[in-house]
T-cell receptor
Framework: RKEVEQDPGPFNVPEGATVAFNCTYS??????FFWYRQDCRKEPKLLMS???SGNEDGRFTAQLNRASQYISLLIRDSKLSDSATYLC??????????????FGKGTLLTVNP | DAMVIQNPRYQVTQFGKPVTLSCSQT?????MYWYQQKSSQAPKLLFH???????NEADTPDNFQSRRPNTSFCFLDIRSPGLGDAAMYLC????????????FGPGTRLLVL
């Protein structure tokens, strides 16, 4: 099983649509979870951290299910500017060091006018 | 204000010709990381420094080395670049201690001719 596995995508949605990304992770000892956004040929940037109780930031909602080792990201009322690759990121990669992050391969989202 | 700076943004080198990529940070973070990212793939951690302590990933080729002369600077040396080393190289920093965000520089795109 891959350490962090995401929907392969790509997702093509119209403006205003709601889109959900799913992610599973294999390291049950992981404590920190993030969604990063990466625009084409740019660096990854933190979109939001994911907390056990779930958290929301405007149109973005992140959920964590530790029992299932599952993370999700929901984008409501999608905008053209949301087009990017969304990376699921988990701390505590193989070999210890809980500050190390393991990245999923990412899911490409294209929002169409 | 730039927090993690990478130079150059684009680097062209010849097969087998040593090349050095640089990274600097104004965050005074303890940990600095080097990632390699190829097209449509997740960032792959090559190694990191926690303060002066160097931590190599098990599958990082010997061709890749790193130096951290002080808190602010970290270098990636590729001793004999091959065609397969063409990629985006991302530098990131974090405070250290676990569970915190990594901040990425804009990356250096390496082309090997």
């Amino acid at each position: 099983r891959k350490e962090v596995e995401q929907d392969p995508g790509p997702f093509n949605v119209p403006e205003g649509a709601t889109v959900a990304f799913n992610c599973t992770y294999s390291n049950s000892a992981s404590q920190s979870f993030f969604w990063y956004r990466q625009d084409c040929r740019k660096e990854p940037k933190l979109l939001m951290s994911v907390y056990s109780s779930g958290n929301e930031d405007g149109r973005f909602t992140a959920q964590l299910n530790r029992a299932s080792q599952y993370i999700s990201l929901l984008i409501r009322d999608s905008k053209l500017s949301d087009s990017a690759t969304y990376l699921c990121v988990v701390n505590g990669g193989s070999g210890g060091s809980n500050y190390k992050l393991t990245f999923g391969k990412g899911t490409l989202l294209t929002v169409n006018p | 204000d730039a927090m993690v700076i990478q130079n150059p943004r684009y680097q062209v080198t010849q097969f087998g010709k040593p090349v050095t990529l640089s990274c600097s940070q104004t965050l005074n973070h303890n940990v600095m990381y080097w990632y390699q990212q190829k097209s449509s793939q997740a960032p792959k951690l090559l190694f990191h420094y926690y303060d002066k302590d160097f931590n190599n990933e098990a599958d990082t080729p010997d061709n890749f080395q790193s130096r951290r002369p002080n808190t602010s600077f970290c270098f990636l040396d590729i001793r004999s670049p091959g065609l397969g080393d063409a990629a985006m190289y991302l530098c990131a920093t974090s405070r250290g201690g676990g569970r915190e965000t990594q901040y990425f520089g804009p990356g250096t795109r390496l082309l090997v001719l």
